[in-house]
């Protein structure tokens, strides 16, 4: 056994035995120039209902009316992978509830122990698979809202040329407020553009967190908001056919430094939820770059003719040129790289199989993790305790239930955790991607691979280990209700 594989079953052996610079909220201080009100205001209540209601207007409106003229190649190329994928995923899950996974009976292995795969034959399996190769470059993870947007904070503090924000919500919070002054007072001297997803934000925007100040004056309209008396360029992201979403979180410092992973920009990101981010560096940022120009673009009032003169500029080089090997993984129209890969690892682990992830509903996923445990691999799986979506939580539990009767291993994380992590024999897969239909199917996701041993530890260390430390390992089957089985069928078809 080589070295790296020596240790990557030393820490899997470690977690078989053993199976926290927080900061209190600060009140961002707003100006009266800003259009804001009181949130207990009765008359600014029923603004922002109407605000509501004039947003999923234009959501709508552009779906239906703009995209087909100027996004033609997206919005019917969504619908027909859309469709693709819906039906074919359909049959896969009639397969796998029908015959597959009852013909997985008998008795359950104990875990083999068994030698790691071989890591060099498996990025090449992955070549082959999702037909991306590997770029260079290094992480370094950044666990919970301290630890990220501290460090963000700093970078745009000291960013000398651009912030370019591609994320699924930025919400009008009081955090997220003073993060938007941040840049506000930023594109006095750089460039700034914030790119955001516009259902996912819309709704986001309507629903406060429980913790968030009373006395907080929210923005009806953080487009608004942001480009008022400054600089920054805003731009809403289509939803063509009200189906597909731009999911993915990247934020990209002068071109040479990226943050990658599932955190959006909103007070429960920052104070109340786990999550996870990576702190990038190397020539993958290029490529980083490269995809958030092109969604830049398409954007645009030019969408898809924007889109094409993006991609014909090609990949340029500003990052610096350092690193190991680190994969771009993706979900796109008629592609799903993360699936692809992920669904590969799984069936190439010998070892052990660690997935933490707050939305687990795919069939496949869970069928193939269940064969994975009955051929001896340890499989683990950490699920929060507290989800934050009541029919993705009802899912949840059918999915619990059906690991636990398999053999694998599940632990409840106390509360919200928002993670999207997983290793397989040494290979790591992070990012924005959630483990529903979703994120594997339907919606643009990033994640970052990579089997760099340094690496693949941190994220044992920092995240994993502490973990499912934390966690208490759910030994019994969870009761289902009918509600419960039904809204985990509505999760199989739309989510």
Not at 392 to 420: C, D, F, Q, W
Not at 451 to 476: G, H, N, W, Y
Request: hydrophobic letters at 40%; aromatic letters at 8%.
């Amino acid at each position: 056994m080589s070295h790296a594989k020596r240790n990557f079953a030393v820490v899997a052996l470690l977690i078989v035995l053993t199976a926290g610079c927080a900061a209190a909220p600060q009140q961002g201080g707003m100006k009266d120039a800003q259009i804001v009100a009181p949130a207990f205001d009765y008359g600014y209540k029923a603004q922002r209902a109407v605000t509501k209601g004039a947003h999923f207007g234009l959501v709508v409106a552009r779906s239906v009316y703009e995209n087909p003229i100027n996004r033609p190649v997206s919005h019917y190329g969504s619908l027909a992978s859309y469709a693709i994928k819906s039906t074919g995923g359909l049959l896969r899950r009639i397969t796998i509830s029908a015959a597959q996974m009852p013909a997985l009976g008998g008795e359950i292995p104990e875990v083999s122990h068994a030698e790691p795969m071989d890591l060099v034959a498996f990025e090449k399996t992955l070549d082959k698979a999702t037909g991306t190769r590997s770029s260079t470059g290094r992480i370094k993870f950044l666990v919970d809202g301290d630890e990220y947007f501290c460090r963000l904070a700093d970078s745009i503090r000291n960013a000398e040329e651009s912030v370019d924000i591609r994320s699924y919500i930025f919400d009008n919070d009081d955090f997220a407020v003073e993060v938007a002054n941040s840049l506000k007072e930023r594109s006095k001297d750089i460039r700034v553009r914030v790119m955001v997803d516009g259902l996912g934000n819309m709704i986001a925007m309507q629903s406060d967190p429980e913790s968030m100040p009373l006395e907080h004056k929210a923005p009806l309209s953080m487009r608004m908001y942001m480009e008022k008396d400054s600089s920054v360029n805003v731009r809403n992201i289509t939803n063509p056919w009200l189906t597909t979403g731009d999911h993915t979180k990247t934020t990209i410092i002068d071109k040479k430094v990226a943050f990658v992973g599932g955190m959006n920009i909103g007070r429960e990101y920052r104070y109340s939820w786990h999550d996870l981010m990576m702190e990038v560096t190397g020539p993958v940022v290029d490529t980083l770059q490269y995809e958030s120009d092109k969604a830049w673009a398409r954007a645009s009032v030019f969408g898809d003719f924007a889109n094409f003169f993006a991609f014909a500029k090609g990949k340029k080089q500003h990052a610096d040129q350092d690193g190991y090997p680190l994969r771009v993984l993706q979900t796109r129209n008629f592609d799903s790289d993360i699936h692809k890969a992920q669904i590969a690892a799984i069936q190439s682990a010998q070892n052990y199989i660690l997935i933490e992830n707050a939305y687990f509903s795919d069939d496949r996923t869970i069928y193939e993790l269940v064969k994975a445990r009955r051929r001896g691999v340890d499989v683990r799986v950490i699920i929060p305790s507290s989800g934050n979506h009541g029919s993705l939580n009802a899912s949840n539990k059918i999915t619990i239930n059906t690991l636990l009767e398999h053999g694998v291993r599940v632990y409840a994380y106390p509360g919200m955790s928002h993670v999207k992590a997983a290793i397989f024999d040494g290979w790591a897969s992070v990012g924005s991607a959630n483990f529903d239909k979703l994120s594997l199917k339907v919606n643009k996701e990033l994640n970052l691979a990579t089997s760099d041993p340094d690496t693949v530890r941190a994220l044992l260390d920092q995240v994993f280990i502490p973990d499912m430390r934390m966690s208490k390992e759910i030994s019994s089957p969870i009761a289902i209700t009918v509600a419960t089985r039904l809204a985990e069928i509505a999760v199989d078809e739309l989510l």
